[in-house]
T-cell receptor
Framework: GNSVTQMEGPVTLSEEAFLTINCTYTATGYPSLFWYVQYPGEGLQLLLKATKADDKGSNKGFEATYRKETTSFHLEKGSVQVSDSAVYFCALRPSTDSWGKLQFGAGTQVVVTP | DVKVTQSSRYLVKRTGEKVFLECVQDMDHENMFWYRQDPGLGLRLIYFSYDVKMKEKGDIPEGYSVSREKKERFSLILESASTNQTSMYLC?????????????????FGDGTRLSIL
């Protein structure tokens, strides 16, 4: 079946540090891949997406590249801010899905300290 | 901007009660979803709906039912609440794909309902 594996958190880092959150997936074909962010007390917001191999999604200084050969979609940001403290979810949508269903990873909490 | 509104942010109910969680979206989305979010487990799909009066089971439908009588509203029902249904419940909606080769329509989420069953 389809699955998404994310690195466990919490990830704690200082302001202006480099952030990487690993995400790997298992799926047949070419799923679409997404990163969502959940700020404290809120629902999930779409951060970025990629729909085919070698696509790079980017938003708010975050980037992720769809790597078919390693079945990965790692999230990166060059210089984090305290306001980036949140839980980050990697998700996939199978290529065979007709209804917009997503399979989520367990989430990675990121804590950025001043 | 898409707005997905869940009727309650916090709810406390007793074991055995029938509980209704309401969700409304204002962007004419065809698809709507109910998830529960638990620490270490991420989001798990309970039910989804792709049209009025249409519903499909997700990964963990046991103990739940849903209702979609109008396109903008999707209700989650706990028929007889139990303590293991204490959780954060998230509603989401999305547009149907306009291009069958691009499965890229994102889901838009409400702020969640934190439900406690005592």
């Amino acid at each position: 079946g389809n699955s998404v594996t994310q690195m466990e958190g919490p990830v704690t880092l200082s302001e202006e540090a480099f952030l990487t959150i690993n995400c790997t997936y298992t799926a047949t074909g070419y799923p679409s891949l997404f990163w969502y962010v959940q700020y404290p007390g809120e629902g999930l917001q779409l951060l970025l997406k990629a729909t085919k191999a070698d696509d790079k999604g980017s938003n708010k200084g975050f980037e992720a590249t769809y790597r078919k050969e390693t079945t990965s979609f790692h999230l990166e940001k060059g210089s984090v801010q305290v306001s980036d403290s949140a839980v980050y979810f990697c998700a996939l949508r199978p290529s065979t899905d007709s209804w917009g269903k997503l399979q989520f990873g367990a989430g990675t909490q990121v804590v950025v300290t001043p | 901007d898409v707005k997905v509104t869940q009727s309650s942010r916090y709810l406390v109910k007793r074991t055995g009660e029938k509980v209704f969680l309401e969700c409304v979206q204002d962007m004419d989305h065809e698809n709507m979803f109910w998830y529960r979010q638990d620490p270490g487990l991420g989001l798990r799909l309970i039910y989804f709906s792709y049209d009025v009066k249409m519903k499909e089971k997700g990964d963990i439908p046991e103990g739940y039912s849903v209702s979609r009588e109008k396109k903008e509203r999707f209700s989650l029902i706990l028929e007889s609440a139990s303590t293991n249904q204490t959780s954060m419940y998230l509603c989401a909606s999305s547009l149907r794909d306009r291009d069958s080769y691009k499965n890229d329509q994102p889901q838009h989420f409400g702020d969640g309902t934190r439900l406690s069953i005592l």
